[in-house]
């Protein structure tokens, strides 16, 4: 099973609410740069993001989080991949008064936002895949 991970940080260019908090749809928006790169992985080709099954808003992210975004293709058909995806912050800020840069690495990752969606890439589109899986190299389980 295909598996790609995304890092990044929050930064307060995000931030669409008081108090630092950042819209679920950022976090989103990281599922299909995701999609992308599985599709690329899979296909060879970029694909189109045809729709989202569910998506799941679990926990707040603020700017100063670290997040790891994770999505795997689950099913393949004739031109259509499903996908699942999980956003986890595993960095976030420590809320020291008068230490605003202070962070705290997280025990276990908490999971934020989760989703399920399905893309395609027409046949004409498709070269097989490329490169290696990136859990056959160390990365993710």
């Not at 890092?7 to 995701?34: Q, T, W």
């Not at 999971?111 to 399905?118: F, K, N, S």
Request: glycine fraction near 14%.
């Amino acid at each position: 099973m295909e598996r790609v991970l995304l890092r990044v940080r929050i930064s307060e260019e995000e931030v669409h609410y008081g108090g630092g908090l950042v819209d679920g749809a950022h976090v989103v928006k990281f599922f299909g740069d995701v999609a992308t790169e599985l599709l690329i992985r899979n296909d060879g080709d970029e694909g189109l993001f045809v729709a989202y099954d569910f998506i799941e808003f679990k926990e707040p992210v603020y700017a100063g989080d670290y997040l790891e975004i994770r999505g795997w293709i689950d099913r393949v058909g004739k031109t259509s991949r499903h996908m699942q995806f999980e956003a986890f912050k595993v960095i976030t800020n420590a809320g020291i008064e008068g230490s605003p840069s202070a962070c705290n690495v997280l025990p276990e990752p908490m999971l934020v936002t989760r989703a399920g969606g399905t893309c395609v890439v027409p046949l004409d589109m498709q070269r097989g895949r490329q490169g290696k899986n990136p859990g056959e190299d160390g990365g993710m389980e």
